[in-house]
T-cell receptor, first 115, second 114 residues
């Protein structure tokens, strides 16, 4: 029973390039969450998606960041025109029935470094 | 604003010492509470959770936590730590109104001297 998968595990981009981070939830989970962890800080919520829908994007920066969770395939977190401040670890989590109290299972994260 | 405070950034203990990591949250309504652990090089794992019922919650690896509603606290405890408990520990809160958004504390790094 595979857990939450994220790829790539490490991503290096130059300023101005685009970064695409992928997350495959656990089998049977249709709820996906993205969190960002800056150095020496805790995880900060970014966005919550359910298949084809954005449920809560209150933690997403207003510009350059977008997320999707299509009917088929992984969830994608996309960062356009990256800047040095985007360097962080990005974690994805999935849940089966969050409204019934199911926990969130986390992936290994993608460490983004912007040069 | 909703927030979670972890009092200690870095705790250093010897093996067999007792552990208590503090966690306080600010939210006036009903919450679900969690402690997650991140071992070196690994992803976040759930240690224990509180949703309702007995405020003393037992988790994996001998950890427990007590929810004290009047103090808005959810401290993590272990009577005797092991070297393998070296990790970063995150307290987290999910307000009932949040549609499953989890709010994390900044983490406590625990180092155990063998």
């Amino acid at each position: 029973n595979a857990g939450v998968m994220q790829n790539p595990r490490h991503l290096v981009r130059r300023r101005g390039q685009e970064a695409r981070l992928r997350c495959s939830p656990m089998k049977g989970h249709s709820h996906v969450y993205w969190y960002r962890q800056l150095p020496e800080e805790g995880l900060k919520f970014m966005v919550y998606l359910q298949k084809e829908n954005i449920i809560d994007e209150s933690g997403m920066p207003k510009e350059r960041f977008s997320a999707e969770f299509p009917k088929e395939g992984p969830s994608i977190l996309r960062i356009q025109q990256v800047v040095r401040g985007d360097s962080a670890a990005y974690f994805c989590a999935s849940s089966k029935r969050p409204t019934l109290g199911d926990e969130q299972f986390f992936g290994p994260g993608t460490r983004l470094t912007v040069l | 604003a909703q927030s979670v405070s972890q009092h200690n950034h870095h705790v250093i203990l010897s093996e067999a010492a007792s552990l208590e990591l503090g966690c306080n949250y600010s939210y006036g309504g009903t919450v679900n509470l969690f402690w997650y652990v991140q071992y070196p090089g690994q992803h976040l794992q759930l240690l224990l959770k509180y949703f309702s019922g007995d405020p003393l919650v037992k988790g994996i690896k001998g950890f427990e936590a007590e929810f004290i509603k009047s103090k808005f606290s959810f401290n993590l405890r272990k009577p005797s730590v092991q070297w393998s408990d070296t990790a970063e520990y995150f307290c987290a809160v999910m307000p009932y109104s949040s549609a499953s958004k989890i709010i994390f504390g900044s983490g406590t790094r625990l180092s155990i001297r063998p």
